[in-house]
């Protein structure tokens, strides 16, 4: 059965030469009858008059009235009672919330420029943070030093099995993108080099920028997204339930059985990673060098030992050393302190990325700047 339409919504403007303008209201002045279409621009139409505050309104004629229509008559008022005012006693309940809210504000924005108090909130979470990673460090260095004292309690189950997460199922995704970054590299240096006649240099272009620099900073950025945001995470949800609190009160440190295990294994697979890395990169390059200048495979493994000097290849493993403790650490840290909820977790996890990935990046060129003279002829 179709619900009834609502009575509509009237306004009638009379005009008396000693009473001046009178507003008559009746029908139904509720949300569902004011929704329809036409009836606001109609009443706004009958309402057009100089000062509608001043005028004489009579509103015991309505059917029904709501918050809505009675909003619409505040509006209409200049959000103040005419002087010449009559209500139902039912009403008056409507009007006198509508006075008691006040008008509605919306907060200032906030100022766009950079404050003390900005500035002293920053640098106050980076002298947290900076002495909380200074502390995790101090830590690893006495629970290495109880490895080395007792090596036969040490956690060695716990290392190899991230040796295993953090290097063995990170060798199909450091292949592939070492493989499409050695090709795309190859393929750009070639038409360069092709252009002024030193297609030969294609080897040694490949094998500086590899093995010095690439190889070792791709398996770190891969590294930090996929194991660092890992172990983040897991040490996170380990502060959600509460695992963190239960290895403490059952005498198990945090830094012994926790910490020192993934930043030692991250420390043993870096350089691993890195090996492979060039390798899979070396081979992408060898690959598409062959395609588009047609030197062979042969050639190019016979000439890289002479275009790329042996200390080129070291500075690359100890970089993969000490991105992996750089990862290692920067993801324990942010770990320890997601709080015991879930935005904290995601959060702390995306933070821990970025700051990882930042300074492998930084230490990148701190060793550039360090080994600016070694490994050229």
């Not at 393929?187 to 294609?202: E, K």
């Not at 000439?303 to 993969?320: D, R």
Request: with cysteine.
């Amino acid at each position: 059965m179709p619900h009834p339409e609502p009575d509509m919504p009237r306004l009638n403007v009379s005009h008396d030469a000693s009473d001046g303008v009178s507003v008559t209201a009746s029908g139904c002045w509720q949300v569902h009858a004011l929704a329809l279409p036409g009836v606001m621009p109609a009443l706004m139409q009958r309402i057009a008059l100089p000062d509608p505050s001043a005028a004489r309104w009579d509103l015991t004629g309505i059917e029904a009235l709501d918050h809505i229509g009675a909003q619409w008559f505040w509006n209409a008022w200049g959000k103040k009672r005419p002087p010449r005012l009559m209500l139902a006693p039912l009403q008056e309940g409507h009007f006198h919330r509508i006075e008691q809210a006040g008008e509605l504000t919306l907060p200032a924005e906030p100022g766009r420029t950079l404050s003390l108090a900005l500035l002293w909130h920053w640098a106050d979470r980076f002298i947290h943070h900076l002495f909380g990673l200074t502390m995790l460090i101090g830590q690893l260095v006495l629970d290495i030093a109880q490895l080395a004292r007792q090596p036969q309690r040490g956690p060695w189950k716990e290392i190899s099995a991230n040796v295993f997460h953090a290097g063995y199922r990170a060798l199909g995704i450091t292949a592939l993108v070492g493989f499409l970054i050695g090709i795309v590299l190859s393929y750009l240096s070639s038409q360069q080099l092709h252009t002024f006649g030193g297609d030969i240099f294609i080897v040694n272009i490949l094998g500086m920028s590899i093995i010095r620099e690439l190889g070792p900073l791709l398996a770190a950025i891969l590294v930090a997204g996929r194991s660092g945001s890992s172990i983040t995470a897991q040490i996170g949800v380990m502060r959600v339930t509460e695992e963190l609190d239960a290895m403490l009160v059952m005498g198990l440190p945090h830094g012994f059985r926790l910490i020192m295990p993934k930043v030692i294994a991250l420390a043993l697979a870096m350089p691993l990673l890195v090996i492979w890395t060039d390798a899979m990169a070396l081979l992408g390059g060898m690959a598409a060098a062959h395609l588009e200048l047609g030197l062979s495979p042969i050639y190019f493994l016979q000439k890289l030992p002479s275009a790329v000097p042996l200390a080129n290849y070291w500075i690359g493993l100890g970089k993969g050393l000490v991105f992996g403790t750089v990862i290692a650490l920067i993801a324990c840290h942010f770990g320890l302190r997601i709080q015991p909820n879930t935005e904290s977790l995601g959060h702390g996890t995306t933070i821990s990325v970025v700051t990882s990935i930042t300074l492998v990046i930084l230490a990148d060129a701190v060793f550039a700047i360090i080994f600016s003279g070694v490994g050229f002829r």
